[in-house]
């Protein structure tokens, strides 16, 4: 008998499980858990300088609610990000028109932005359009003249009609081309000052916390996120109602004639209407504004997302009421919505002392003839930081006027000109004195907080030291969510309904994360449907009833598979979330933890609003990056375990609006903002002419948290079974990128097979109160591949909250749960098979006669990839009779081989080397030697002549493990580390030749597994005769100086031919020679930050030494070490 | 009806505004006729022909093909002339009246579909310029990405083809785009001289502009002759024939003290973007030309350069002489000039007020 907590469904247990808690829920009851509105949150909404506040006002807000205490970031130093003489924080039209005034002015600038695209007023509020207010088109500022595109047929001279896309990426040109660096998805978090003026700013992200050196502030954002983190004050939010609007994009819909629609009383739209704007494709595209009046409760964090989250609700019910009562919408399809509403995000600053106003040179804005503007009213508490937000001490006019793009425009550049006008006298007169270049960051072992410490390993920052900051706590919750995505939205909605304070924290604007921002609009043929999965089915085929499944009617080929509108799906979630209970944080993202030993007890919040703390009894970290158990000091593998080289990423494109393209082909380590932001700006140029992006850059790919065991591809092939699964898992191999499993390299593509997933996979190495979900669990690169459909981490967010559950309920910690009864618990959920409770996991294991009779099934005829030929939906259950072979003992599997080898001639022959090799035996390698020379015996590399399945020819390597036979071969023929490799490689050599980078772009010519195959044979190797050949083929103009050393590459086949370059530099090190050492050196500074993480820990590997990524030092130890050098052949295979 | 259809569908679409009665009066003027041999199209015509404007520069070249069109499984024979315009690129087509282009299901080609037909042919880079005609359709053992229809156009090329009809947008484009373009081209070589190339620079014309620069590109016997026309032309009106022109001297010509000199002494005609790739282009130079990098330094005095911009030239860029007197001179004016970051700048530089820094 086992005792159990109550559980979300709890009703469905069986009567001989005794329930040690009843609580009567109410499903859709909001308050249940504690979370209403006055009762839901004990929190700080004071900093700490509340004692300047004047009696009619308010600090920076962050919070609505008492202080239950504050957690310290200690006095510290920091890695300084930049040195500028102007930083520019918001991205909107004010800052970048202030950007380009300064920049073209001569002064160097920085602008930060928290999404990771530009021109909000416009793109985050879904209102492409420009309303002129009389005046011409030309007439308009510079900033609005490079969004307008001369292809869009314009209604008229009142208005002009944009393209997201198009906005997005003038604005970002415009800015690059005067030489202003963007720095996205960053949050101000600190001022750096000293007496009347800032020297700079203190801002976080995914990477931790940095400094920005700056002579001047300017804050651009609707939130003064920078003005809340000085002493100013805030005037409290006017009394009555403020309007807000939420605009939605729908395509599909029969011309209309009226540009407003009446709608009933209910739907709360303001005056009873929405308004209707066309949008630049014509007759049936169109935005609807819904327009809703709030009572101005205030711009902290909570009523600032409860506002934004009613406006989701009452706007969907504009959607449903627009589908059934309204012909010309019949057949709309709901594309895209607002990220942040258009209105008022932050209240008037207070004024400052009346000498520091004085003080300042007069001057006034003629913004128009009847209402000049004094400069002053944009003033702060520092001489030199300035705003161009709601913020300013201006009339309501002025505030409408900042409000439109144009608007913030005029009064961004003739503020920016006064600033620099007055530059001597208002900005700081230099730069801080920084602690100059250090790759380890210095931090106080008695900080509470943890967090990352360095943008990228091994680089050299100047670093800075700051003063200690505390942070008020917004709330104390029994379980934090990080990440509301794929696995996270279901976490929460489990959680909360479990009856436990919940919070999830997500940086977007809406939940899904992958499944909707990512672009993933449906399950494929993949994954688990039950459970959690089929409820999220049911309540989307609900949602679907007046929000058409975009998937279904507009893709060329209609998958039978399940789909959804992305918009619908994002809403379903919060729906559930908020049914559920949750507090939702969204916009926000966790820079960092608060622990107690090694444990985890909440997290570091950045939000739009300022910094926040979050108490937590156990943290569910469902970043998909791993986010918070790497800070927290969790052990990880970074990509491949072999070279840290992740999947490509994407950023989804929309064309037409609302339907989705991504397209995944370069690689970026999120955990970089540097190569964060250049990621997001390759993606974005990645189908300029398309209709958007979406704001998420979603990698495939990121941190493999190491939990007590690793789930690997070996476990798919042998299908392994667990105590202690909890989830079972189903897909097929879908890697794509870079891989390092030595199953894909003989070219065994595994099928679709369904993976138990252990519980000890979700819980961390080392660190304790944190489980973790989504697709940064304890599975290795290749093994990824397939576990990261969509429905499992699905229901592994929601059996991962179920899991805490108990652990809070039984009072044990997340890694000491009665796995057993959590496994009754799911299969009762429809989660696990009831077999996994009674069976009894044996290994199994062959006779001698046993893998005979084995090698005999060995089925030559037919490609070893041709396993993966299966339609999705289709279940493998076969063993695969090498698989078994090549993973048992070496001691019986080679002799068996051997023999069989010495029976066997022909393909047999070849299949059964192949097998050996892959055991890293020798007897293997004549065999492979002399099949490969003889399909080399042409002028031409041997093309791949059949697709791999999902892989197309034309497809771009490396993808899903599409190899030419003979390439597949030559990776078998390096598993031997026989010299017989060296002639191979010298024919590959004489034969590669590409001359067309055209070449590259193919599976048929296979050229990156050439290269790769070859270079992994002489890394197994390890000698000096593969030099030569190495050299020769480095010499080819498409492998050689392929290093980026600033700007970005926007044509991604170039990454994989500097991927390419690394690999054969690496493989020349490991054979002796200095010169790979040097490519791989050159690699260090690279801007695309995975091949400079190639680099640096190939290096480290190879030499023993580490000098991180200064060139110079690597330089000399190489100069010192010339004479001497040896080959050092790769010790290790990884286990794929 | 259907010939009616394409003409208006053609008037509409062709940029240069030919119409029959046009066509017909300067056919009076000055047509002439190319022979060609072209063995691997015997059925077609084996006549180019031509017709310039009264200055003898061409003004369309066309040819009438009788090509055999198939579908997956049929053939059928088509008649039709594809015109060039007087630079090469192709320019329309025509069909016989009563003699429709016809699809996979034997249904006529509608007005949409000779739009997106024209679009494909007009299409220098389509996706069909290196595909061979059988990677088009999705073969019966390749079909699992698509509903059971016969023989179907592969769904990730749909977008680049007439629905139904991907054999005759292939074979019409490659025919487009085959031998009788490369005679075009090269009756267009065999026709440049000073006279010639002087007349297609004025034609403002963007094809034929093109088509002049790029010769002149390919012809360093013209170069010299031809510089201060092909710099007019980048502050033409015509973007096209601007960047064109741009491009021209940033290619090679820029290497040349006298062009730099040349450009820079422009360089406040220039829009920001040109102005920022001339930067650019010069910084990857060791050293530019002491006249250039003054002519930057004046132009901002002059108030016709942005600081954001000078700040580039300082940065990047290098000239041959530091100690130039007139260098000097200009760099202490600036030292003091009322921009704080013009100050800043110029402290960084290696010579400031006649000493170095």
Known sequence: MVDLPHYWGIEDLPSNFSLIKIINLTPHNNSKNGFSRRDFIKISGLTSIAALVLPETVVAAIGSQEAVGKVKFLEQTLPVLNKCDVLIVGGGFAGVTAAKTFAKSGASVVLIERRIFLGREVTATCRPWINHDGLSREKLPEAIQSCIESTIEQPGNEQTLLRFNHVKLALEDELVNLGVEIIYASYPIQLIAQKEKLQGLVIGNKSGRQAILSKMIVDCTETASVLRLSNIGFQRPMPGLSAFTRTLEFIQIKPLSNRSLAVPVELKMKDNRVLIQQGYLGQNHYYVDCTMDFSAAGFEVESTIDREKEAWKRSMAVTKHLFENVPEFNDALLASSSYSLAGIYCAQMNKPDNGLLLALPEGQLKLNESDPVSVRSFASTYKNLWCINEAARVSPETVKMLLSPQGACSVAEALSQYLVNNWDLLAASGLPKTQGLSIRVKRDNNSKIQEQVSPQKGRAYEQMEVSAQEIPFLNEVDILVVGGGTSGATAAIVAAESGKKTMVVDMNPGFGGTGTYGGVFDYWGHGNYKGFVARHI????????????????????????????????????????????????????????????????????????????????????????????????????????SDNVPMWCALCKTSPPGITETA??????????????????????????????????????????????????????????????????????????????????????????????????????????????????????????????????????????????????????????????????????????????????????????????????????????????????????????????????????????????????????????????????????????????????????PELLVSVKWSDLKKTPPDQAAIPPCGNLIYSLGMTRSKLLIPVLKRVAEIFNPTEIGEFYTNQFGLFHYIDAVSYGAQLLGSTEAIEPLKKLHTNKFLNKRSLKMGIEENFIMERQALLELILGRALARSGSVEGLEILVEYLDDVRAVLAGFANSTLIKITGKDFGKNQTEWKKWIQSNVVGFKPQPLAERIDG | MIRLMIFVLLSMINPMGINLAFRSQLREVNTIIHKISDENDPLSSDEIIEQRDENGVPVWFYRDFFKQVCTDSTCKMARLRIYWDGAGNYNKFQLIENEPLTKTDHSQFTLADYQKLNMILADTGSILKDLKMDELIVKNEDNRQVDAVTKPTRPSFTQYLVPDAAYTCYTLWHTTYGVTRDSILSFLDQMADANFLKKVLQTNESNKTLWGISFIDRHADFQASFCDSILNLVNAANQTISRKAFDYFLHKQIEVPEIQQKLTSRVELFPRNYQLELVQRLSKMSNIDNGAFLNFINAYIKGQLDAGMLKSVFETTRPTDWNDKDLINSLTLLSTDKNPFVREMVKKLPVVNGKKN
């Not at chain 1, 007890?601 to 791993?626: F, L, N, R, S």
């Not at chain 1, 039984?810 to 996994?836: C, E, F, H, M, Y």
């Not at chain 1, 698989?883 to 059964?912: H, N, Q, Y």
Request: one cysteine or more; charged letters at 20%.
């Open chain 1, 538 to 641: 049911k309540n989307m085929d609900k949602i679907h009833g007046y929000v058409q499944n975009c998937a279904n009617r507009y893709i060329e080929w209609v998958r039978p598979f399940v789909t959804w509108n992305v918009q619908g799906k994002m809403f379903m979630l919060l729906d559930e979330i908020e049914k559920a209970g949750a507090q939702v944080v969204w916009n926000s993202i966790v820079i960092g933890n608060i622990m107690d030993g090694n444990k985890v007890t909440g997290a570091v919040v950045a939000t739009p609003q300022g910094i926040v703390a979050v108490k937590a009894k156990v943290v569910i970290d469902a970043t998909g990056d791993g986010d918070v158990a790497a800070f927290a000091g969790a052990p990880f593998v970074f990509g491949s375990s």
């Open chain 1, 664 to 941: 995944f082909q370069s690689t970026v380590d999120v955990s970089n903002i540097h190569d964060y932001t250049r990621a997001v700006m390759v993606g974005l140029r990645s189908g300029k002419q398309k209709h958007d992006h979406y704001p998420y850059l979603a990698p495939r790919e990121s941190r493999h948290i190491l939990g007590d065991v690793v789930v690997t591809m070996t476990d798919h092939l042998v299908m392994r079974e667990w105590e202690d699964v909890i989830n079972i898992h189903y897909g097929n191999c879908d890697i794509k990128g870079y891989h390092s499993s030595d199953w894909l390299r003989m070219g065994l593509i595994p099928p679709n097979v369904e993976i138990e997933i252990p519980y000890r996979a979700l819980v961390p190495k080392t660190v304790e109160n944190l489980i973790v979900v989504g697709k940064a669990f304890s599975a290795n690169h290749e093994s990824s591949a397939t576990v990261r459909m969509q429905p499992d981490l699905e229901n592994l967010g929601g059996i991962a909250a179920l899991a805490v559950v108990f652990a809070l309920d039984t009072g044990v910690s997340v890694r000491k749960i009665n796995v057993a009864a959590l496994q009754k618990l799911l299969v009762q959920k429809d989660l696990l098979p009831s077999s996994v409770l009674e069976r009894n996991i044996k290994s199994k294991t062959y006779s001698s006669e046993e893998l005979e009779q084995l090698i005999k099934k060995f089925n030559p005829e037919k490609s070893l990839h041709s396993y993966s030929d299966m339609e999705l939906g289709e279940y493998w259950t076969e063993r695969i009779p090498l698989v078994e072979v090549c993973t048992s003992p070496p001691a019986l599997a080679i002799p068996a081989l051997e023999k069989a080898l010495k029976e066997s001639s022909g393909k047999m022959a070849v299949r059964i080397a192949q097998a050996l090799a892959m055991l890293g035996s020798e007897s293997a390698a004549q065999t492979l030697h002399n099949e490969i020379m003889s399909q080399l015996q042409g002028n031409k590399l």
